[in-house]
């Protein structure tokens, strides 16, 4: 039997909602419990909702089933900034809530490039929330070709904001920094202050969203 057929049929087999014990299990697709226990595993990282230990058995979580959902990239962010929200709360339940189905959502949104390896490093530490209020500010200024003065920790910076990107739950601002005289993706969360200026800017080749690098 393979894996896959394996799965199914264990997944056919926890839809009673009864609690199953891995050694009933083993028994019942003739296999080894340690080979049970890989593959609860294996359900519960593709998002099985499974519950249950070794030596206590395992049974499935009273799940909500929704239809195939299309959604518009506003929509994507609407609820990505939702999650994000709920996920600072302190309430243990709702903050593991909000983990598992924005992993979900990752794992169902396609990405067009894969997040880069300092986003990566920053994701755990990172306040998703902080920052949020900044979203309206920066999306006017992209929309009016208007100037920016960010507040960060360390520096202020003047920029010409060109995109706001969701990349793996965090949301990243790609610019061109009339300060430092180059491009710059800064995460929202690392600004303290945005401030819209009066001065607009037009698109200059070198300093346009497309001649940005990857």
């Not at 056919?12 to 226990?37: E, N």
């Not at 518009?72 to 909000?98: K, R, Y």
């Not at 390896?117 to 949020?132: D, I, K, P, Q, V």
């Amino acid at each position: 039997m393979s894996r896959a057929d394996r799965l199914f049929q264990l997944h056919a087999a926890l839809r009673d909602g009864a609690l199953h014990t891995a050694g009933d299990l083993a028994r019942r697709l003739g296999v080894a419990q340690r080979t049970i226990y890989r593959d609860m595993a294996a359900l519960a990282a593709s998002g099985v909702p499974v519950t249950g230990t070794r030596g206590t058995g395992y049974r499935l979580a009273p799940m909500v089933a929704l239809p195939p959902l299309l959604l518009t990239q506003a929509e994507a962010e609407a609820l990505s900034l939702g999650i994000l929200i709920v996920a600072e709360t302190t309430d243990p339940e709702l903050h593991a809530a909000a983990t598992a189905l924005a992993a979900k959502l990752d794992a169902a949104l396609p990405e067009d490039a894969p997040a880069p390896a300092w986003l990566t490093a920053h994701r755990a530490g990172a306040s998703a929330a902080r920052g949020f209020s900044h979203i309206p500010v920066l999306r006017g200024a992209i929309r009016s070709r208007q100037k920016l003065r960010l507040d960060l920790d360390e520096e202020t910076l003047v920029v010409r904001p060109l995109g706001l990107e969701n990349w793996s739950r965090l949301w990243v601002l790609t610019a061109w920094s009339e300060t430092s005289a180059g491009f710059i993706r800064l995460r929202i969360d690392l600004i303290r202050g945005a401030t819209a200026l009066p001065e607009l800017f037009v698109d200059e080749p070198g300093k346009r969203l497309a001649d940005a690098p990857p």
